[in-house]
Structures are given as structure tokens and as C-alpha cells.
């Protein structure tokens, strides 16, 4: 009957042993109290407590956590605009009995400063000077926190505004204003594009006249010049000036001729064919060719004479 009676006690016995023992993972720190009276501070590895005498009060993480908080404050300017903080921190090791028994619920204490200094700094500064300035609101973030924390065995490592959104009708306007500015931008480059455009369509166009103008003047001078060749050659073979000026109209009308023949696409004038009317034209043109030389050397020989007085 004995031994029955003896399983049990060993049996409570070993789990009473068994749980003196514990182990403390690595960046954990554990409290120990003795009799709901704080004992120690265990750090990782294996460790023995005295069963129910020494309990684990709490375990605290050492490693660098992260906390979100998101702010919705008014800017200098009137915008509603939220921001979301990320606040980095961790229980100091040396300063785990002031992170377990001074504070209760860290995230909230860090929250609470949090919204008090975002909604300190902020109204001070405009919506666009909120984007550029993040860092500083950030900064003066961290510095409170690390001033209040401190004391409660918080290390604050790094504070990031990591979001800032504003109104979504603010949002609206801010694009639209980014895109007339943009669209004022392109139609400027437009703008300047047609205009050079114009200016070096004209160019062009003076360029084109000036070389076609030249061309002409070229031209002219090369017939002036193998008419005078023309005329000099039937001088040497006993023409006249006169019969020289007639032969060559009389060459160029029906060179004139032929060319219209040659073409298929052009107009053809009919003009008198009859021997007696080509005869009467060359003589009618010959004639006249002959009268406005006769006025000439009238003229030179008039002029002549009046130097000569």
C-alpha cells in the first residue's frame, strides 16, 4: 500500500524538479521574483529557480522592434495631412527592471509623444515644406522620445516619417496644378519648335528666290552673250547687223515652233502658213528690226553731234 502512495509524491517530486529549470533565449531578458518580490534579472542561457518559491514575472525582448503611428494633423497652410512615423526602439539591457516595472504599455507612451510633437511641428510648416522638411520633423520626434524614454529604459534608435498623405481633394489639385504646368511647359516648346520652324521655312524660301533670281540673271547673260557671239559670226561672213538681228529672231520663232510640236501636252497656235503670209511676217519683222536700227544710229549720230558742238 506504501509503494502505491509513493508513485505519486515522486512523480509530483520530479515535475517540481523540473521545473526549476528554464531557458532564456538569446536578446531576452527575464524577471525573477521571490515571493511576488523582484529577485533578478536573467539573461540567455540555462538557469534554476527555487520552485514556488522563485517565479518568471515576465520576459522582455532586447532586440530593436518598430512601432507605426499615424498622424493626422493640419499644416500652416490649413491642409489636413497624415503622416505615418516609424519609431525604432529597444529595452536598454542595463535597464530591463525600469522598461518591466516603470511602464506598462511602452507602445502607447511612445504613441502618446509621437502625436504630441508631430502636432507641434507640423502646423508650423506648409504642405509642400512638409515633404521637404520630413527629416526634421523625424528628428525633433526622436529627440523627444529619447529625452521621456530614457528614463523608462527605452533606447529610441531611429524615428522615419515614412508617409505623408494629404487630403484626397488636396491630391487632386496638386496634380492638376503639376499637369497645367506641365502642359504650359510643352506648348512653350511647341510654340518655340513652330516658330523656328517658320523662320527657317523663310530662310529657305529667301534662299530658294536668291538662287532661282541668280539663275535667271544667268541665264539672260548666257543668251545675251551667244547672240552677241551670234552676231559678230555673220558680220565675218558679210551680214549685217541688221539682216543678223532678223536671221536670229527669224531662227528663234521657228525654234519656238518646233519645240511647241515636239511637246504632246502643249497648247498649239495655229499661225498663217500660206508662202505669201510667212513671207509677209519675215519681211513685216525684218522690216521693223531694220527701223529700230536706223532710230538708233540716228540717235548715236545725234549725240555724236552734240558732243562734238
Known sequence: MGEYLFIPFAFFGLLI????????????????????????????????????????????????????????TKTLDDVFVRLKISVQYKVIKAKVYDAF???DYPHDQITSYVFDVVRAEVPKMKLDDVFVKKDDV????????????????????????????????VK??????NAAEREKVAAQYEGDAARILIVEKAKAEAESKRLQGQGIADQRREIARGLEESVEVL????????????????????????????????????????????????????????ASNQIGEAMKEQNRNKKND
Do not use: C, W
Not at 518580490?37 to 514575472?57: A, E, N, Y
Not at 531611429?158 to 494629404?166: A, E, G, H
Not at 487632386?172 to 496644378?177: F, H, V
Open 101 to 103: 516595472y516603470k511602464l
Open 235 to 290: 558680220n565675218k561672213v558679210g551680214i549685217n547687223s541688221q539682216e543678223a538681228s532678223a536671221l536670229i529672231v527669224v531662227t528663234q520663232h521657228y525654234d519656238t515652233l518646233q519645240s511647241i510640236g515636239d511637246s504632246t501636252q502643249s497648247n498649239l497656235i495655229l499661225l498663217p502658213n500660206s508662202p505669201q503670209a510667212g513671207s509677209d511676217m519675215l519681211n513685216s519683222m525684218v522690216a521693223s528690226f531694220t
Open 17 to 72: 524538479l523540473i521545473s526549476a529549470f528554464f531557458i532564456v533565449k538569446q536578446q531576452t531578458g527575464v524577471i525573477i521574483e521571490r515571493f511576488g518580490k523582484f529577485h533578478s534579472i536573467r539573461q540567455s542561457g540555462l538557469h534554476v529557480k527555487i520552485p514556488l518559491v522563485d517565479r518568471i514575472s515576465g520576459r522582455l525582448s532586447l532586440k530593436i522592434q518598430q512601432l507605426d503611428v499615424i498622424v493626422e
Open 138 to 169: 523625424a528628428i525633433a520626434v526622436k529627440r523627444e522620445l529619447n529625452e521621456a524614454m530614457m528614463e523608462y529604459g527605452y533606447d529610441i534608435i531611429k524615428t522615419l516619417v515614412t508617409d505623408i498623405d494629404p487630403d484626397a481633394q
Open 172 to 177: 487632386e489639385a496638386m496634380n492638376r496644378i
